[in-house]
């Protein structure tokens, strides 16, 4: 035998077509894997002492092993609370992490009250967005709420003076 017939036999045993089919239909399916959060949309919303929303900014945030540090969330709190010349602060922050089972999505829509996707932070810790679905990692949020600063007019406090009766000191008495 020959070594162009021997290639040729290989070719037959190691015939790799498919393969690819599998990793098409992988491809395919792939929107439906678990993947890590890796970007998140944040969402700061603006509110003026009127109570209306006057101003909506949205922009994406890159985190890393599915966490917002705590000190990156002081830092972008930091950075948002000022706009416009004007101070705000913060009202309240929330998470939204869309983690349903591949099984559950068909349940999830027919009864969304069972599902806790929303998540209401009321300390200033890491958040943590658990794995989703690839197809729906994109509803992954952050909101951030920040409502105007009353202006406080400085110098014009009021002092207080307290008054403290003076002790009467006892009178001493002479011995005769």
Known sequence: MSTSEENSSDDELFNDDWMK???EEANEYKKFFYTNTD????NTIYINRNNEIFDIHKNNYAIENNMLKREELLK???EKSKKNKKKYRL???LSYNFDIDNDEIQYYFKNTK???VLKIHKNLNTIVWNKSINYFKDLNELYLVFIEKKNQERGKTRRIFIKRKKMKKTKKKRLK
Do not use: P, V
């Open 21 to 23: 089919s599998i990793e």
């Open 76 to 78: 972008l709190i930091d």
């Open 91 to 93: 009202l309240s922050i």
């Open 114 to 116: 069972n599902y806790k």
């Open 39 to 42: 970007n998140i949309q944040l």
